[in-house]
């Protein structure tokens, strides 16, 4: 159907979307191909009161971005598509530039503007095979000759996944049938003097728009109803199949036409002339899956677009910026193609797309949790002993928990975009960790072993910080040449030039790429493995942690013998583990690294040594209110590829005067030499029933909202990170990036929330101070607040 909107509820998506739709406007006038493109606008329906707080929760992630969104009254939304039977509307969500544009003609253009800039474009072609050289290029074979490439980019739509069967790789891709209908003239419709706005009605589930002088109508079906091509993913594409269709089914969709006859009146006497069922390729979370292949040299990939006229021009940029400059132009982790990995089998992509296209139009809640195709192979070691007693949150194919019921407690996945049933037990844990002494489940942590000659020196290029000594454990960022975070890491010498790297669940295969690209370019020799399906993680963490753990242990867990950021092998209740004195939770704690078998018998052994100390678990929603708390930034939210380590206040962590010229050293030289144009602060805010979760627009002196573009825009000056619920400080919390002028402790801020700006405070981090700065205070005989 085309469709095109600036709209998208993630951040720079937003970006890629932006980018299709202007590169669209001037398509015409630079390769003289018409295209086809109107930009009547689009109107996303409310017509319940939740989806009025999720379209006041989208607008305040538009805000501090450059495109036009405005959240309108039924009145408007009449004004401007003046065929709607008003009855449920309750509000829209308006896009001014959104439209639509023809396929055929856009790909003819695309063509054309190609070769009109030296490209040679054959077709149609057929990839027989794949050959990587042992120099990282590539040999691709087709009935008319070899191709030799410096890098190959699959984007072969709904023949990927084929592709990529040429080289091994099973890419999590199944084709959905979608259907949409057009009609014949409409008198009303042809009557009209302007073009109607898309409209997308969220709880019919379908999309409508002008044809000519008639309507075009797509639907997206309930899981239970849509159909998957999955005989394509058994025996690949059939030969020949380009642009056929396949055949439609009104029995369907016959419900979502009856939603639309109710929205749109006119629809009742309409003739359907047209009915279209064609491939979409759907990956198991609807995005596409965009970049460099984990484990494959220089095979990139741009597939599962489920969206693919929108993302087009917009991802057509980002890799050609990416491969030219060596690293991405701003950071779109949710599209890595490495957040997949052999846990995601056939059954799990055909599950989860089902849910995927069924859930196309649901409410989007923070927390959002999603359940088909659950739990994969990739569980912890404890997941069968604690998936009764907590709700479980999915991590990168595993099973974690993220808080745990108590009798009385309002159980299971209860979303909503206020506090709900998890807000009191995640305060429960809080104080558990903060006095007593907490267990939690990091099993779904990334973990690589580094050993090697050279093992020392390619981290020392890696890292920003300097490489730890045998023993030792730091925290440790990976930069791009431009001074961005890639990533961070925990580094651990254990051995003489063998180390253990813990990174993030999501980040697992994202920073193995990174470190596989960097030793294969440069010839280092070491050994890298990929532990982390074999290891669990168990964290101990409270004023009583040593206290539990050294009843299990002849080793001295003293603070003079075991300091902070010391790792050591010992043995609790006679089970080997890697112990490290660090704790997310900034309170005294160690991560107790082990064999997976092993988790179920050291957890049962912890938990028992405790029982005088009241131990007791804690999920990942209380971790998070804990480094919150302590000032903790976290990868992914105060840190990415659209940030550098000094405006994100790491400056602690990167050692610029070490003699390594480790990647983004000399680009963040220039960066402090040039100064901030922006920092990352600390606010306290005065809310009432919701908190921050990050990403929502921070204003200053903000007035309200108008219906149009430059009114509001001047007051929106950045965006928070991170936040939520102090349960400390008994107020809100969060990280924001503010420009450096307005970035002053005592500094008043408004946070946007739900459609209300609150007030919020800078003040100086950290809320409460970590156990071992507490300990160094009070050895010089202060009393430090906790």
């Known amino acids: 159907a085309g469709l095109t909107t600036y709209f998208h509820p993630g951040i720079n998506l937003k970006k890629i979307h932006a980018y299709s739709i202007k590169l669209y406007e001037k398509l015409e006038e630079e390769t003289g191909q018409p295209v086809g493109f109107h930009q009547p606008g689009s109107i996303r329906i409310a017509s319940t009161p939740t989806r009025v707080d999720e379209f006041k929760y989208q607008m305040t992630r538009a805000g501090w971005h450059p495109t036009e969104q405005y959240l309108i009254t039924p009145e408007k939304v009449q004004e401007l598509f003046p065929l709607l039977n008003m009855d449920k509307v309750l509000a829209g969500l308006y896009n001014p530039g959104d439209g639509h544009i023809d396929p055929y003609s856009l790909t003819m253009a695309l063509a054309a503007g190609a070769r009109k800039y030296g490209a040679q474009l054959n077709y149609p072609v057929q990839v027989t095979n794949l050959n990587s050289r042992s120099d990282g290029t590539w040999e691709v074979e087709t009935p008319l000759g070899i191709i030799q490439a410096k890098r190959i980019v699959n984007t072969a739509g709904f023949w990927a996944r084929d592709i990529g069967k040429m080289i091994g790789l099973q890419h999590p891709l199944i084709p959905v049938h979608h259907q949409y209908v057009v009609t014949s003239t409409i008198s009303e419709v042809k009557a009209l003097k302007t073009e109607l706005p898309v409209i997308r009605d969220l709880e019919g589930s379908y999309y409508l728009r002008q044809e000519r002088d008639g309507l075009l109508f797509g639907p997206y079906e309930s899981e239970e109803k849509m159909k998957l091509q999955e005989s394509w993913v058994t025996n690949g594409v059939p030969p020949g199949f380009g642009k056929e269709l396949f055949e439609s089914d009104l029995d369907r969709i016959m419900e979502h036409i009856e939603a639309a006859m109710e929205m749109v009146p006119i629809l009742r006497k309409a003739d359907i002339i047209n009915t279209i069922a064609g491939p979409i390729t759907y990956s198991p979370d609807i995005l596409p899956m965009v970049g460099p292949h984990q484990g494959v040299r220089n095979y990139w990939v741009a597939i599962g677009f489920g969206y693919g006229i929108i993302h087009a021009g917009g991802i057509g940029k980002y890799l050609s910026d990416w491969i030219?400059?060596?690293?991405?132009?701003?950071?779109?982790?949710?599209?890595?193609?490495?957040?997949?990995?052999?846990?995601?089998?056939?059954?799990?992509?055909?599950?989860?797309?089902?849910?995927?296209?069924?859930?196309?139009?649901?409410?989007?809640?923070?927390?959002?949790?999603?359940?088909?195709?659950?739990?994969?192979?990739?569980?912890?070691?404890?997941?069968?002993?604690?998936?009764?007693?907590?709700?479980?949150?999915?991590?990168?194919?595993?099973?974690?928990?993220?808080?745990?019921?108590?009798?009385?407690?309002?159980?299971?996945?209860?979303?909503?975009?206020?506090?709900?049933?998890?807000?009191?037990?995640?305060?429960?844990?809080?104080?558990?960790?903060?006095?007593?002494?907490?267990?939690?489940?990091?099993?779904?942590?990334?973990?690589?072993?580094?050993?090697?000659?050279?093992?020392?020196?390619?981290?020392?290029?890696?890292?920003?910080?300097?490489?730890?000594?045998?023993?030792?454990?730091?925290?440790?960022?990976?930069?791009?040449?431009?001074?961005?975070?890639?990533?961070?890491?925990?580094?651990?010498?254990?051995?003489?030039?063998?180390?253990?790297?813990?990174?993030?669940?999501?980040?697992?295969?994202?920073?193995?790429?990174?470190?596989?690209?960097?030793?294969?370019?440069?010839?280092?020799?070491?050994?890298?493995?990929?532990?982390?399906?074999?290891?669990?993680?168990?964290?101990?963490?409270?004023?009583?942690?040593?206290?539990?753990?050294?009843?299990?242990?002849?080793?001295?867990?003293?603070?003079?013998?075991?300091?902070?950021?010391?790792?050591?092998?010992?043995?609790?209740?006679?089970?080997?583990?890697?112990?490290?004195?660090?704790?997310?939770?900034?309170?005294?704690g160690w991560e107790l690294y082990h064999r997976k078998e092993d988790s179920v018998p050291l957890y049962g052994a912890i938990m028992e040594a405790g029982q005088k100390e009241g131990i007791d678990n804690f999920g990942t929603y209380a971790l998070n209110a804990l480094r919150l708390e302590k000032g903790f930034r976290a990868w992914g939210a105060e840190m990415n590829c659209d940030t550098n380590p000094l405006e994100a206040g790491l400056e602690y962590f990167v050692k610029l005067n070490k003699a390594a010229d480790f990647t983004g050293k000399q680009a963040l030289k220039q960066i402090k030499e040039k100064g901030l144009k922006r920092r990352l602060v600390y606010l306290i805010l005065e809310t009432d029933n919701v908190d921050p979760e990050g990403n929502e627009s921070v204003w200053h002196n903000g007035k309200a909202r108008k219906d149009c573009s430059s009114c509001y825009k001047k007051s929106v000056i950045g965006n928070t990170t991170s936040g939520c619920f102090s349960y400390g400080a008994q107020q809100s919390l969060a990280f924001a990036y503010v420009p450096m002028e307005l970035s002053k402790v005592g500094q008043k801020l408004e946070v946007e929330l739900l459609g209300k700006n609150y007030p919020a405070t800078i003040i100086q981090e950290p809320l409460v101070l970590t156990e071992p700065t507490r300990m160094r205070l009070q050895r010089k005989g202060e009393s430090p607040k906790i």
């Not at 007693?389 to 159980?411: I, L, N, R, V």
């Not at 409270?542 to 299990?552: F, H, I, M, T």
């Not at 050591?568 to 080997?576: P, T």
């Open 324 to 588: 030219l400059e060596g690293e991405p132009p701003f950071d779109l982790i949710e599209v890595d193609p490495n957040r997949y990995g052999k846990w995601t089998t056939t059954e799990y992509t055909a599950a989860k797309a089902r849910e995927s296209y069924g859930f196309n139009n649901i409410v989007g809640y923070p927390k959002e949790e999603r359940f088909a195709g659950r739990p994969t192979e990739r569980t912890s070691g404890l997941y069968d002993l604690l998936k009764s007693k907590c709700s479980m949150g999915f991590h990168a194919g595993w099973e974690q928990p993220h808080w745990f019921y108590k009798p009385g407690d309002a159980t299971g996945y209860k979303p909503s975009f206020r506090r709900t049933n998890w807000f009191d037990p995640v305060g429960r844990e809080y104080k558990q960790v903060m006095e007593k002494v907490g267990v939690i489940d990091l099993s779904p942590f990334g973990k690589f072993k580094v050993k090697g000659t050279d093992s020392v020196k390619l981290l020392d290029h890696l890292f920003a910080n300097v490489v730890p000594k045998v023993g030792s454990t730091n925290i440790s960022h990976m930069l791009t040449p431009r001074g961005k975070v890639y990533a961070e890491l925990t580094v651990s010498q254990l051995y003489p030039e063998e180390f253990m790297l813990v990174t993030g669940s999501g980040s697992e295969l994202h920073d193995l790429r990174w470190i596989e690209e960097k030793v294969t370019r440069d010839g280092y020799k070491v050994e890298i493995e990929n532990m982390t399906d074999e290891m669990g993680v168990l964290s101990v963490a409270g004023p009583y942690a040593r206290q539990v753990l050294q009843k299990l242990t002849n080793e001295d867990l003293s603070d003079t013998s075991f300091k902070f950021l010391q790792c050591r092998h010992l043995k609790l209740s006679n089970i080997a583990v890697t112990a490290i004195r660090i704790s997310y939770t900034g309170e005294l």
